[in-house]
């Protein structure tokens, strides 16, 4: 089945950049995601990057796409204290009944 | 204005008892979801129902089942609620043919 795999722990300065690194192992994978889930909180949707692309910019948040080496990552520039969550890496094919495939999650620690 | 709801947001009850949790969604969404996020917060697929498909996780016990009553709901019925079923339920919905997930602010059920 697919494996999706993250650290789970990741602490920067407020005002530094953050980069949450996430692994797959499906490689019929045609959408990645990335959710957040702030304390006591639903999944909020962040971003998506469709396979074929290996970069997308929204704001203070940079997504990088490796395909080859299966690879996708978030970058958080300026970081701030409201960043601190649950940050989930999805993947998801277009086979089956468009299932979304979770990481682990990686909780971000904002240093004030 | 909520796109994907849930009820209720918190849900205790004793081993043994028969549960619901209801999930209602205003997108016009052709798939609905269930997830589970365990005390780790790994989240799993439960059901997706697509159209009066079912496809289930086959790791999911049979006393848990989806019901949908029309295109918009997607309700979650256990029986036999067991502690390890102690989680956080989360309801999804997303276009028939559009990979992307939109989930309700999930239910806490602790069995006590």
């Known amino acids: 089945g697919e494996d999706v795999e993250q650290s789970l722990f990741l602490s920067v300065r407020e005002g530094d950049s953050s980069v949450i690194n996430c692994t797959y192992t499906?490689?019929?994978?045609?959408?990645l995601y990335w959710y957040k889930q702030e304390p006591g909180a639903g999944l909020q949707l962040l971003t998506y990057i469709f396979s074929n692309m290996d970069m997308k910019q929204d704001q203070r948040l940079t997504v990088l796409l490796n395909k080859k080496d299966k690879h996708l990552s978030l970058r958080i520039a300026d970081t701030q204290t409201g960043d601190s969550a649950i940050y989930f890496c999805?993947?998801?094919?277009?086979?089956?009944?468009?299932?979304?495939?979770f990481g682990t999650g990686t909780r971000l620690t904002v240093i004030p | 204005d909520t796109a994907v709801s849930q009820t209720p947001k918190y849900l205790v009850t004793q081993m043994g008892n028969d549960k619901s949790i209801k999930c209602e969604q205003n997108l016009g969404h052709d798939t609905m979801y269930w997830y589970k996020q365990d005390s780790k917060k790994f989240l799993k697929i439960m059901f997706s129902?697509?159209?009066?498909?079912?496809?289930i996780n086959e790791t999911v016990p049979n006393r848990f089942s989806p019901k949908s009553p029309d295109k918009a709901h997607l309700n979650l019925h256990i029986n036999s609620l067991e502690l390890g079923d102690s989680a956080v339920y989360f309801c999804?919905?997303?276009?028939?043919?559009?990979?992307?997930?939109?989930f309700g602010p999930g239910t806490r059920l602790t069995v006590l």
């Open positions: 499906d490689s019929s994978s045609t959408y």
């Open positions: 999805a993947e998801s094919s277009q086979t089956g009944a468009n299932n979304l495939f």
């Open positions: 999804a919905s997303s276009r028939k043919l559009h990979n992307e997930q939109f």
């Open positions: 129902y697509n159209n009066k498909e079912l496809i």
